[in-house]
């Protein structure tokens, strides 16, 4: 008995202790762990929202890696979208970011401003607005004609164009890199860079021999965030080719294509399998960045 | 010959001016050392030479060529910093290598560089090793040996054995020593520490405020100070000062009034009557008993502290000035005892109230 009061109590007071958890245990089962067992489950079956799910096997993952020209066309569109979006915006915002950093007057106002696009950039509003710019009549063309006479085409509505204004719109949304740039180039000392002004080195070997290596943790990083975030890009093409991937799915981004399978043509099963597909493979580049990491990212712990 | 010269130098930040006119020469394979309190300018000078600090106005002048505006890496510098500043991604031989390999030399020539200079610094085996698993006192050994490959002609040193532990301080200033006997070039040292000023300097420049006090040799500053800072900076524990009022000329010297007693300083300095002045005794020239040359009259001891080779008292006179004094060997003195302490004349210090000194 005396053994046991204490540990009796103790187990009470683990009880309350854990009983706050339990909003978020509901949120986290109900929310996360259901759908997406769920959705395993699901792309395992011939679904399409009117009938039950019929258990189908692999049947959809065959499907997909032998039988569907549109989804290689999405991994096309969307590997051409992360390979130049990524490394173009990391590079834009690590240059803003060095240039912010050599002591700028008003520093805070352009970190504000810089940072802005980065906050409208996911929404809806800001992809019109990209659509507008860029159409046909837009206010690029209008620039381009005021300025050169040059009468540019609707570079959204070009097949051969479409996916780059989305690769700029997705540049344009530097700002958060940029400012997780400047806060690791606020971490490297000062005298990092007199040691090497001493020893005789230059603006540029300076940037290549002591910022960059000191910075690759921070670059990795932004690396990974911004490669995931870009696999999953769906606002701005959504919005931009109307919701259907056009023109002539040269935006068709894989989720957008998940999404019409899934919400347009009903197809659950098979855009439930698509989807875990996606999931594989950010799984496996995050994977491969962090093995490739031991190799190039300098930590100093 | 002449190795560096600063021609009434001057560094501004803003419109504050913190370094006011510093005129110094500084010959070829000279230890110099800038002491002197916090915030009076010693890195700031330092810098400026090195030339990660643009001149507000004079000149530096090394071998015989102005450096005002020529880049750290083209004036024959190199510097160590206090805070080491290793590039942490690169092993220990690419951090002595970089400069090298900056300018340009071939492969072969910087192995040999680098060897030689780890072989005097006794690091050759931790050439593979990244910064961060070295110690304290290899980090700094590798500091010195990135500035030993340069092979300049000058050592800048910013304040280098602060981050060490106390015996690996004094054991790290002795090799700084050996090294300047070994490779013979000038060096020029911050610190505020002034015995690390004492023992490694052929000449320390004591600053204050941006200008220099006094600029001499480690024993002539400690036996002469030009005044009174420099007196309270140099030595330890530091030198005790007694208000003194000016009494009388005579034969032997000027008399002076400290409480009770008439003390005789030997000065030919001749003031009004009840002149104030500062007589400055240091604590390990005051001795006890009744023969000195000079009384300074009784001190009712306050505390004593036994270091084994020496005991130190502290205390305070008739007058209620108090006085700190330090007598060799173990000392049987405690608590409340009185001693009469005196001192010789040659170990007195006149100081006038404007601080500068008055006996020669
Ligand atoms: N970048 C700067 N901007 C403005 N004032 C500065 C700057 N650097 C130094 N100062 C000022 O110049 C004065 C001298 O500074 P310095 O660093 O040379 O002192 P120091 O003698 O090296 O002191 P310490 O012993 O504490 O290192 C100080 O009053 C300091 O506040
Ligand atoms: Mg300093």
Redesign the interface.
């Known amino acids: 008995m005396r053994a046991r009061g204490p540990a009796g109590a103790g187990f009470r007071r683990q009880v309350a202790n854990y009983s706050f958890l339990i909003p978020w245990l509901i949120g986290f089962f109900a929310l996360t762990v259901g759908p997406i067992a769920t959705s395993i489950y699901l792309s395992f079956t011939d679904y399409g929202l009117m009938s039950p799910p019929q258990w189908i096997g692999m049947e959809n993952y065959v499907r997909i890696a032998s039988d569907d020209p549109r989804f290689w066309t999405a991994m096309n569109v969307t590997f051409t979208f992360v390979l130049l979006s990524v490394p173009l915006k990391l590079a834009f915002a690590l240059a803003v970011a060095v240039a912010l950093n050599k002591g700028l007057r008003g520093l805070a106002v352009f970190r504000a401003i810089f940072y802005l696009p980065s906050l409208l950039g996911g929404t809806v509003a800001i992809a019109f607005m990209w659509r507008q710019i860029f159409s046909r009549d837009g206010l690029l063309n209008r620039g381009l004609e005021y300025l050169f006479g040059y009468d540019g085409p609707g570079w959204v509505s070009s097949p051969s164009t479409a996916l780059y204004t989305l690769v700029l719109l997705a540049i344009w949304q530097f700002g958060s890199s940029m400012i997780i740039f400047l806060a690791g180039l606020r971490q490297i000392p000062q005298d990092m860079y007199e040691a090497a002004s001493i020893d005789g080195a230059g603006r540029a070997r300076q940037f290549f021999k002591i910022t960059l290596p000191l910075l690759t943790p921070v670059i990795f990083f932004n690396a990974v965030i911004q490669t995931i975030d870009a696999f999953k890009a769906f606002t701005s093409a959504f919005v931009i080719s109307g919701g259907d991937g056009g023109p002539i799915d040269s935006t068709l981004f894989y989720t957008l294509y998940l999404f019409q399978e899934a919400f347009v043509n009903l197809h659950i099963g098979y855009a439930s399998a698509l989807a875990w597909v996606l999931v594989v493979i950010i799984a496996f580049f995050t994977a491969l960045s962090f093995l490739s990491a031991r190799y190039w990212v300098h930590y100093d712990d | 010959m002449i190795n560096l010269a600063l021609k009434d130098v001057v560094k501004r930040f803003g419109s504050i001016e913190v370094i006011n006119g510093v005129n110094l020469e500084i010959n070829k394979g000279e230890f110099v050392v800038f002491v002197g309190p916090s915030g009076c300018g010693k890195s700031t000078l330092l810098r400026m030479i090195?030339?990660?600090e643009p001149i507000s106005g004079g000149e530096l002048i090394i071998d015989d060529a102005v450096m005002n505006n020529v880049?750290?890496?083209?004036r024959g510098?190199?510097?160590v910093?206090q805070?080491y500043?290793?590039?942490?991604?690169m092993s220990v031989y690419k951090n002595m290598a970089?400069?090298l390999e900056?300018?340009g030399l071939p492969r072969k020539d910087i192995k040999v560089r680098v060897q030689k200079a780890a072989d005097i610094l006794q690091i050759s085996h931790l050439l593979d090793r990244k910064p961060?698993a070295l110690s304290g006192g290899q980090r700094q050994r590798v500091a010195i040996g990135?500035a030993i490959v340069?092979e300049p002609s000058i050592f800048l040193f910013d304040e280098p054995l602060s981050n060490l532990d106390a015996e690996l301080r004094v054991q790290t200033r002795v090799e700084i020593a050996k090294l300047h006997k070994e490779i013979g070039a000038t060096m020029i040292y911050v610190t505020h520490d002034q015995v690390e000023a004492m023992t490694l300097a052929d000449r320390i420049v004591v600053l204050r405020s941006g200008i220099i006090e006094q600029c001499g040799r480690p024993l002539d500053l400690y036996n002469k100070p030009a005044n009174r800072f420099i007196a309270g900076f140099i030595g330890s524990p530091k030198m005790n000062f007694l208000d003194i009022e000016f009494a009388e000329r005579r034969v032997q010297g000027t008399v002076f009034k400290l409480a009770a007693e008439e003390i005789v300083v030997k000065t030919s300095e001749d003031m009004g009557a009840g002149t104030k002045a500062v007589l400055g005794v240091r604590p390990e020239h005051i001795t006890t008993g009744k023969t000195a040359e000079v009384k300074l009259g009784t001190l009712t001891v306050s505390h004593v502290e036994q270091l084994g080779g020496q005991t130190l008292a502290y205390g305070r006179l008739e007058d209620g000035q108090s006085l700190t004094i330090v007598l060799e060997g173990q000392r049987a003195i405690a608590t409340n005892d009185t001693l009469n302490v005196g001192i010789a004349h040659e170990h007195c210090h006149l100081f006038g109230q404007d601080g500068n000194r008055l006996n020669d």
Do not use: D, N, V, W
């Open positions: 090195a030339g990660l880049p750290p890496s083209e510098i190199a510097m910093f805070s500043a290793l590039y942490p991604h970089f400069g900056t300018a961060k990135r340069r």
